[in-house]
């Protein structure tokens, strides 16, 4: 029988702080990994914190500004001391300033494939000589619908999300050899601090259910399975794939 118990592992979440990282976060924990919780809010943190410790599970909150390429690898060391060595990276933390093409900037250009697109690399690039040693490792990274679709006002965004793809694909042929896995998960339309413009006009997101062939918007209890399957040994086989967690969206 598959084996998706993670007793034993340790996780780091980035974006832990609020939607899809903070469920991520707490799904890894009640399946048994000690996780370690990064973020921006202190406040956020801690109440994620206490969400997990209330499971009887373990957790750690680890204060810190991702964008900040330079501070990478000391932020790696620091997300060692509570648990011992990273086994889960899950990237989730990122941003969407929704601006139109003609309001694009240098700066909000490069804040956004900064944060989206280089510091999963450069944060999985730390982690991955312990892993080695391990000879066995988990990197979920989060796509978008905008992997592959175009949405209005999603250029940056959408540019960031489509090099996540090929990120993942190419971590995966980088690292796989060595026991470590790289996949990402693609999530439909979920009621996160994100998608909050898109979750306050009703008419469009019931226009956003009808697309999915389930027949509603995701909700965040549904990135439980998939973030448990990912991360534990019942997904040896799997890598370098994107997986769309959109309840039929892309499928129509």
């Known amino acids: 029988m598959a084996d998706f118990s993670l007793t034993g592992k340790v996780a780091l979440v980035t974006g832990a702080t609020s939607g899809i990282g903070r469920r991520q976060a707490l799904a890894l924990a009640q399946a048994g990994a000690a996780v370690?919780?990064?973020?921006?809010?202190?406040?956020?943190?801690?109440?994620?914190?206490?969400?997990?410790?209330?499971?009887?599970?373990?957790?750690?909150?680890?204060s810190a500004d991702l964008s900040d390429r330079d501070q990478l690898p000391k932020l790696a060391e620091r997300a060692m001391v509570?648990?011992?060595?990273?086994?889960?990276?899950?990237?989730?933390?990122?941003?969407?300033?929704?601006?139109?093409?003609?309001?694009?900037?240098?700066?909000?250009?490069?804040?956004?494939?900064?944060?989206?697109?280089?510091?999963?690399?450069?944060?999985?690039?730390?982690?991955?000589?312990?892993?080695?040693?391990?000879?066995?490792?988990?990197?979920?990274?989060?796509a978008s619908l905008?992997?592959?679709?175009?949405?209005?006002?999603?250029?940056?965004?959408?540019?960031?999300?489509?090099?996540?793809?090929?990120?993942?694909?190419?971590?995966?042929?980088?690292?796989?050899?060595?026991?470590?896995?790289?996949?990402?998960?693609?999530?439909?339309?979920f009621p996160t601090e994100l998608t909050a413009p898109v979750y306050k006009d009703p008419d469009q997101l019931d226009k956003l259910a009808a697309?999915?062939?389930?027949?509603?918007?995701?909700e965040l209890s549904d990135l439980d399975g998939l973030t448990v399957f990912l991360a534990s040994p019942a997904s040896d086989y799997i890598t370098g794939q994107i997986i769309h967690l959109d309840g039929g969206f892309t499928a129509k």
């Open 82 to 142: 509570p648990f011992g060595s990273i086994d889960i990276l899950i990237n989730a933390a990122g941003m969407n300033l929704r601006q139109p093409a003609v309001e694009i900037t240098l700066e909000s250009w490069d804040m956004t494939l900064n944060l989206n697109l280089a510091v999963p690399f450069f944060l999985a690039r730390e982690l991955i000589p312990a892993m080695e040693v391990n000879g066995w490792g988990r990197i979920i990274n989060i």
């Open 36 to 62: 370690v919780l990064l973020g921006r809010r202190e406040a956020q943190l801690q109440e994620a914190v206490a969400e997990i410790e209330a499971v009887k599970a373990r957790a750690a909150a680890l």
């Open 211 to 218: 697309q999915t062939a389930i027949g509603r918007n995701g």
């Open 146 to 189: 905008q992997s592959s679709r175009a949405f209005p006002n999603g250029l940056a965004y959408g540019a960031s999300k489509g090099g996540i793809s090929q990120l993942t694909r190419a971590m995966a042929e980088a690292w796989s050899r060595h026991g470590i896995t790289c996949n990402a998960i693609a999530p439909g339309f």
